[in-house]
């Protein structure tokens, strides 16, 4: 038998063989290094839920016109749009405002795309229905009091193509139906409006006019989103994008928050879990005095002690780590489900990283008890204690 | 020659005398047997000799060394090398079974050999109790487990303190059994005991008392 073989079969002995003392170290160890691992996956994972949580909040950039430096259309969007990862846009919602009568009164309508302005702004809340078909519009809610109209009515909407002047003494009109299905309610300037589709918009008003302002709802980052207004600005001709910075800051701020507290948390427990490993380690070296003095009066050196502790020490935050990696996992998917009702991915990276930090949090707190272990005096065993 | 030479050796706690300018030589092959009452310097001997302590004035010479001089390194390597330790709490490693509380002593020393730590267990009659732990063992069993673990590493010299001093008739007077064994194939034995028939079969018997060598004696009948 090799000298490595007997020495794995003494230090798993001592672990298997005494339990009762391991079993709360290795219980400390396998705790810590569930937080651990548990919270370092929310560390990294809590931007993407938070992101997703935030875009509830409604759009974090918008696209403004740059006047005097090329048209601002869809085609303009497309291509600032090319310039943002696909699977981080959440909603695009282009507006383009105009002024129409209704019931001659004078009434802001914007023509917008229905399915992205509901992605843009999950919050709105609707009274109705969203419109689908053409001719259907969302009223807002006090244009709907000044109006005292409401889902269900139909309303005829004039738009003025060209004023009345010494040429042509009647105004030029057009004019179109739509029937309201819904009402929207959002406690902000939202509710000033009409809404329409696009479509709707330049059969009204013939000629395809520039857009007013699109809003991006984007799930990135605050450095990610900065890149993107940059690029953007500088490379399409026409648009210049902006952060909406009530959104975009909130978000960062409560971020930054949340990461150094799971950071904080995350350095407490692993300097209790060194704590309790190191309290349990003198306990175990005060404790086994008698066969401390044993070994060395047997010849054995100080490394060698020194080994024999540590090995049981390492090999309990092996295990120890292996455990709390899987156990970190679950924990997280529980808090991701109740928290932020959505499920994690597993890293496969986080397994090696939780099993060496449990390692060493071990190793380090196992220096002094195991130093103190090598001081004790062979002599004492033919003291008759 | 002598194996064991001791040089007007003393060893002072404050202005206690445990042992107090004692010179004494054991020669190879030797069975020597070290008597005294309570409190007579026997163990404060056994731990100098066994190169666990060091004397405060003096010589002592094992193999023509002088260990009073070395580190704490270097008397650990010699007591591994040379010296065999049996004791009167019998100091097995309690969560390790007999076999492998053999083998430890072999770890430190060289290379664990199973084959080989079961031979020594036989030699002392526990072949059949090598995979129990000491908690399964009688106390006399025990103590032949140290035995063995004594005798694994072929010591110069084999230290016993008390070896039966928790033993019953029955299993004192196998482990003195062995010891004659072992005596007669040249090991050299220093043995600690308060008991006369302990003392008896030994070939030479030293009583130490405050401190001092009192009588140092040929046992007339040895062998017989
Ligand atoms: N570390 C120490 N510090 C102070 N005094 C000590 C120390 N070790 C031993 N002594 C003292 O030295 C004297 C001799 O002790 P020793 O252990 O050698 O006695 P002993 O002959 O082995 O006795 P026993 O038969 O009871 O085992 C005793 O008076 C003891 O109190
Ligand atoms: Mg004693």
């Known amino acids: 038998m090799t000298k490595r073989k007997m020495f794995f079969r003494m230090i798993t002995a001592s672990l298997i063989r005494r339990r009762s003392r391991m079993l709360v170290a290795l219980l400390a160890i396998a705790v810590g290094a569930t937080i651990l691992s548990g919270l370092v996956t929310i560390y990294y994972d809590v931007p993407r839920q938070m992101g997703a949580a935030f875009r509830n909040y409604g759009a974090n950039m918008i696209l403004l016109p740059d006047a005097g430096n090329g048209a601002f259309n869809s085609q303009t969007v497309d291509e600032a749009l090319s310039l943002i990862a696909a699977d981080q846009i959440v909603g695009v919602a282009p507006y383009r405002y105009e002024t129409v009568a209704i019931n001659e009164q004078p009434i802001l309508v914007a023509g917008t795309d229905m399915a992205g302005a509901k992605a843009a702004s999950p919050y709105w809340f609707i009274n109705g229905t969203w419109p689908e078909n053409e001719n259907e519009l969302l009223l807002g809610q006090e244009v709907a009091q000044i109006l005292s109209a409401g889902e269900g009515d139909t309303l005829t909407m004039v738009y003025t193509l060209s004023e009345a002047d010494e040429d042509n003494p009647v105004s030029q009109t057009s004019e179109q139906r739509f029937k309201v299905v819904g009402v929207l309610e959002t406690g902000g300037s939202e509710e000033e409006y009409v809404y329409i589709s696009m479509a709707d918009l330049e059969k009204l008003t013939q000629p395809a006019g520039e857009l007013d302002v699109v809003e991006l709802s984007i799930s990135a980052s605050q450095s990610e989103l900065e890149g993107y207004t940059q690029t953007i600005s500088d490379r399409v001709d026409g648009a210049l994008a902006k952060l909406v910075k009530r959104v975009t800051q909130s978000e960062s701020t409560v971020l930054t928050k949340l990461q150094s507290l799971v950071l904080l948390v995350t350095i407490i427990v692993l300097a209790l879990t060194m704590i309790c490993v190191a309290t349990t380690m003198t306990a175990v070296v005060t404790e086994r005095r008698k066969e401390i003095g044993l070994r060395k009066a047997l010849g054995a050196s100080d490394a060698s002690i020194i080994w024999e502790f540590m090995g049981e020490g390492l090999l309990l935050g092996g295990v120890g780590g292996l455990l709390g990696a899987g156990l970190g996992f679950a924990f997280a998917q529980a808090v991701s489900v109740n928290v932020f009702s959505s499920s994690i991915a597993f890293r496969p990276l986080l397994l090696p990283i939780t099993v060496i930090v449990s390692i060493l949090v071990t190793g380090l707190a196992c220096i002094l008890p195991v130093r103190s272990a090598t001081e004790i005096d062979p002599a004492l065993v033919l003291k008759g204690e | ?224």
């Open chain 2, 1 to 224: 020659m002598s194996l064991l030479e001791l040089k007007n050796v003393s060893k002072i706690y404050g202005d206690l005398h445990a042992l107090d300018n004692v010179s004494l030589k054991v020669d190879t092959g030797e069975w020597v047997a070290i008597m005294g009452p309570s409190g007579s310097g026997k163990s404060t001997m056994m731990n100098i000799i066994g190169c666990m302590d060091k004397p405060s004035k003096g010589e002592v010479l094992l193999d023509g060394v002088d260990i009073s001089k070395e580190s704490a390194k270097s008397l650990t390597r010699i007591r591994r090398d040379k010296i065999g330790l049996i004791f009167q709490q019998f100091h097995l490693v309690n969560y390790l079974t007999a076999v492998e509380n053999v083998m430890v002593s072999q770890y430190y020393h060289s290379m664990p050999d199973e084959k080989e730590a079961m031979q020594a267990l036989e030699r002392v009659g526990l072949a059949d109790r090598a995979k129990h732990l000491p908690s399964q063992l009688s106390g006399g069993e025990q103590q032949r487990v140290c035995i063995a673990r004594a005798l694994i590493n072929y010591p110069e010299l084999l230290l016993a303190d008390e070896p039966t001093g928790n033993l019953d008739e029955a299993n004192e007077n196998i482990v003195l059994d062995i010891f004659s064994q072992l005596h007669k194939e040249g090991t050299t034995l220093v043995v600690v005991t308060h008991d006369p028939e302990v003392a008896e079969v030994a070939q030479r018997t030293i009583t130490l008392g405050h401190g001092k060598i009192m009588k140092d004696m040929i046992n007339e009948n040895f062998g017989r």
